[in-house]
Nanobody, 124 residues
Framework: QVQLVESGGGLVQAGGSLKLSCAAS????????TGWFRQAPGKEREFVAA????????YYADSMKSRFSISRDNIKNTVYLQMNSLKPEDTAVYYC?????????????????WGQGTQVTVSS
């Protein structure tokens, strides 16, 4: 009963930045951790980052930590993903997700809500 809508994707040159937004509506829960996955064509879905409702717990995949930053604004019910120094290999559909589980390493089980995805394309 929670809906997630991503926005902010687009086309950007290598080395540039994008900020993705994930807006939640409907029945939200403070126990949820919210974050991001991405999936490139022909590749498996990959965990990117996640954040607890309070912001007190933040999780990054090791390969993302140096360039990506996750944050949230609970007044707006929105989670953000700031992506810097983008590379062509970052090209993917980025999905917002919410779960009562927390990430463990680079694995995160999501059984509660998924967004529709937003396309990020990084040109060389």
């Amino acid at each position: 009963q929670v809906q997630l809508v991503e926005s902010g994707g687009g086309l950007v040159q290598a080395g540039g930045s994008l900020k993705l937004s994930c807006a939640a509506s409907g029945r939200t829960f403070r126990s949820y951790t919210t974050g991001w996955f991405r999936q490139a064509p022909g590749k498996e879905r990959e965990f990117v980052a996640a954040i607890s409702w309070s912001g007190g717990h933040i999780y990054y995949a090791d390969s993302m930590k140096s360039r990506f930053s996750i944050s949230r604004d609970n007044i707006k019910n929105t989670v953000y993903l700031q992506m810097n120094s983008l590379k062509p290999e970052d090209t993917a559909v980025y999905y917002c997700a919410a779960s009562r589980e927390v990430p463990r390493g680079s694995s995160w089980y999501v059984g509660d809500a998924w967004g529709q995805g937003t396309q990020v394309t990084v040109s060389s």
